[in-house]
């Protein structure tokens, strides 16, 4: 059996910001692989590669401050060289939003599209390679032995003095049957639920201003994730313990540059769901929601036009073809349906809420052409104990990254990574 002084698994962005501190950093020729069960990370460095470089934005203030993020943005800026997009307009609109008890926040952003996100690992894994970190892409964990200091995977044994677990939000569920076989208590009593809006561009015209407008509405409601020019709604397949199958919503775009507009944009509009006593599990919560739309849709997600909606009806084949129904939904693999059906009425009260507001904001948003795609689910809130505020969770193992909760963004993700790099040289060194 090989041992390696650093096993990092996961080639997202946390993976890749700790690999990058430890080579660079450390002082003595370390040992270190660096395994991810794909051949190119599966979060959004592969999917729209939308970067946000201003607090709070991807960065979960139970772990950061704003003087513990910004120390680290110009490293985690000096590897991701972002083209940082102009905005213009952001005070007429922040003061509507303001008017209306919402805001509107001023971030530093770029986008590079899912193409050119693949660009940008393809140069990180070259460089990876570069400082000798070994790579072995395609291999995946299965179990950890922390008593031994050996993570098992489809391939072989592999013995570590110590341990990144940093697997995404896909790996939610696989993080926490490596907590359990750990020991480490962890909660995941947090979710993010709500739909996808897709629209012509020309009835949410701000995106021609901002990439990606942040808005807060109140009762924990704000929009994420804003894809335009050539913008698609995609979605993401999900399997339980139980083997059911649902599906959430999700968008991502192609570079500006190399791609015509298909003249769409969407994103997602999402209420901050926390749970207490006796629920444990917002996980669950979630999963049960994406089952019953899925039961609804014939196994798929579903799409609702705005008009439709308004009118207390469900939208039918139809809805999608004709008249003022403009434009065909970008995802076509999606039942036409009555969302108002399969979301509970407090998260959905509290989000059309927020579209009304934001259609005061940017008028047209809700034009009746509008469709609300639903489910889109958040996993990424496991709370394990850490140990230390290098999200340490016992002598050896590390976590980092959005299956941690200790992001929610590609920058957030990095910067973890880099936190906890800083424990595991403290540990080697
Ligand atoms: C579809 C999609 C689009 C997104 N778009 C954006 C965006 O535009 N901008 C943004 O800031 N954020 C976006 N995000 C969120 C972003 O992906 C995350 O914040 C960020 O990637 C988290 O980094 P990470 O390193 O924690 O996880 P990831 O980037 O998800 O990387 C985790 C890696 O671990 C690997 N892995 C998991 N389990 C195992 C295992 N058992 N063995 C081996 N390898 C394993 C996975 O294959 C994956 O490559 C998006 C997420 C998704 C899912």
């Given at each position: 059996m090989?041992l ?20 660079n ?28 470089f ?16 910004n ?30 008890g919402?805001?509107?926040l ?7 599209g ?12 070259a460089?990876?390679n570069?400082?000798g ?50 020991g ?9 639920i709500?739909?996808r ?15 990606d ?12 994730c ?19 199958v ?44 994406g ?42 693999d ?24 934001l259609?005061?904001i ?8 509008t ?12 709370k ?6 290098h ?21 957030a993700a ?16």
């Amino acid at each position: 059996m090989e041992l390696y002084d650093v096993v990092i698994v996961g080639s997202g962005p946390a993976g890749m910001g700790a690999a990058f501190e430890i080579a660079n950093a450390s002082k003595k020729n370390l040992k270190i692989l660096m395994i991810d069960q794909e051949q190119f990370s599966t979060g959004g460095m592969r999917n729209d590669c939308k970067m946000n470089f201003t607090y709070p934005i991807g960065f979960p203030e139970e772990y950061w401050s704003a003087d513990q993020a910004n120390s680290m943005m110009d490293q985690v800026i000096g590897y991701l060289r972002p083209d940082i997009l102009p905005k213009t307009n952001i005070d007429i609109y922040r003061k509507r939003a303001r008017r209306l008890g919402c805001d509107l926040l001023d971030i530093r952003q770029a986008h590079l599209g899912t193409d050119g996100g693949l660009l940008l690992i393809k140069r990180l894994l070259a460089e990876l390679n570069a400082v000798g970190i070994q790579l072995s892409l395609g291999e995946t964990m299965l179990s950890v032995d922390d008593t031994h200091q050996v993570i098992a995977t489809d391939k072989r044994d592999i013995g570590y003095k110590v341990l990144l677990i940093a697997p995404g939000r896909k790996g939610f569920h696989f993080l926490q049957m490596m907590l359990q076989s750990m020991g480490v208590p962890f909660v995941d009593n947090i979710v993010d639920i709500g739909i996808r809006v897709e629209t012509r561009i020309e009835h949410y015209p701000i995106v021609n201003d901002y990439y990606d407008p942040k808005f807060y509405f109140p009762e924990k409601v704000r929009t994420f994730c804003t894809n335009s020019g050539d913008a698609h709604v995609v979605k993401e397949r999900y399997v339980t313990a139980r083997a059911d199958v649902w599906y959430s919503v999700n968008g991502h775009a192609y570079s500006a540059a190399k791609h015509e507009s298909n003249g769409l944009t969407n994103f997602a509009i999402l209420k901050t769901v926390r749970f207490t006593a006796p629920l444990a599990s917002g996980q669950a919560f979630a999963e049960n929601l994406g089952l019953q739309a899925a039961l609804m849709g014939g196994n798929k997600p579903l799409m609702q036009r705005v008009g439709d909606f308004r009118l207390g009806s469900r939208s039918k084949e139809n809805s999608f073809n004709a008249d003022l129904f403009d434009f065909p939904p970008s995802l076509r693999d999606c039942c036409p349906g009555d969302i108002s059906l399969a979301m509970p009425a407090k998260i959905l009260r509290a989000i059309w809420k927020a579209m009304k507001n934001l259609d005061t904001i940017v008028p047209g948003v809700l034009h009746p052409s509008t469709i609300m795609y639903y489910p889109e689910i958040k996993l990424y809130a496991n709370k394990p104990q850490y140990l230390d505020d290098h999200f340490r969770v016992t002598n050896h193992v590390f976590l980092a990254g959005d299956g941690a909760g200790t992001s929610r963004g590609i920058t957030a993700a990095w910067a973890s990574g880099i936190r906890a790099a800083r424990g595991m040289l403290g540990l080697l060194e």
